[in-house]
């Protein structure tokens, strides 16, 4: 794919996803459940989401903290969404937007307690983005990441053509965390993002704005793409789907393994 088709491309794919609460598979109340289980926190932590999008989960963080989150995405569309939903919601005086690249954070190192990341960080992989974001921690600070997984080592051979293809580095829950380990944390849990949610807060509203659009060459491939994900989907939800990882820093980075 060129760059000015590669340009076209996420144009295309931001603008299927405008005014979507969710740009891209996630639940409140799963969050909210599984934000309960993090006990170690200071009262009013340092919050970073990363990858945020419109703000669904850096507004549920705001909330339940009541502390400051700083939310960071590459879309000015979205950081301008979030803006506007800050607002509506009484929340701005808690939301510091950054439009910018979270692989490049110019943060000082352990300058965040609670690191959330939804489905953001495949974009660096997996790994890249633990080590990327581990100092950025405090000591025992926390990293709730979202990431798909492999549910299983023997998935059907659709399905692994597929996510070879679309991204050849993901791993199974078994191998995440060994990552997570190798990166400097040890592991609170894991919990998968139930396959429901997917459709009734992202797939469904997906569709619907699909629709709705002036169909385009760059809009008709992606949108092609993403019919081809959800029929996928549909047939083998059982074997892969979201994992979030709950992190806690171990400051102890293990050294590289060469061969």
């Not at 009484?90 to 965040?112: N, R, T, Y």
């Not at 660096?124 to 950025?136: N, S, V």
């Not at 807060?201 to 169909?215: S, T």
């Not at 047939?235 to 171990?250: A, C, E, V, W």
């Amino acid at each position: 794919m060129s760059i000015d088709s590669q340009v076209e491309y996420i144009a295309a794919l931001i603008d299927l996803h405008r005014g979507l609460d969710c740009k891209g598979p996630g639940d409140s109340d799963f969050s909210r459940n599984l934000l309960n289980t993090l006990s170690t926190l200071p009262p009013k932590p340092r919050i970073a989401d990363l990858g945020c999008g419109s703000g669904t989960a850096a507004l549920l963080l705001a909330h339940h903290y009541q502390s400051t989150v700083r939310a960071v995405d590459f879309s000015s569309v979205f950081i301008d969404e979030l803006k506007a939903r800050a607002k509506q919601v009484g929340l701005e005086h808690l939301i510091v937007p950054i439009c910018g690249d979270m692989a490049k954070l110019d943060w000082a190192e352990g300058s965040v307690d609670l690191l959330w990341s939804e489905g953001a960080a495949y974009n660096l992989g997996f790994e890249q983005a633990l080590k990327l974001w581990q100092p950025l921690l405090a000591e025992n600070g926390i990293a709730v990441i979202s990431e798909m997984s492999w549910f299983t080592d023997n998935a059907p051979e659709p399905a692994i053509a597929y996510w070879q293809e679309a991204y050849p580095t993901m791993g199974t829950e078994a191998e995440n965390i060994a990552r997570a380990s190798h990166a400097g944390f040890s592991v609170l849990s894991t919990h998968r993002l139930p396959s429901q949610t997917w459709w009734a807060n992202y797939y469904d509203p997906l569709r619907e704005r699909m629709q709705k659009m002036a169909i385009t060459p760059s809009t008709q491939a992606v949108i092609r793409e993403i019919e081809e994900e959800m029929q996928l989907f549909e047939h083998f939800s059982d074997f892969y789907g979201y994992t979030f990882y709950s992190l806690q820093t171990t400051n102890a980075v293990l050294p590289e393994v060469t061969a």
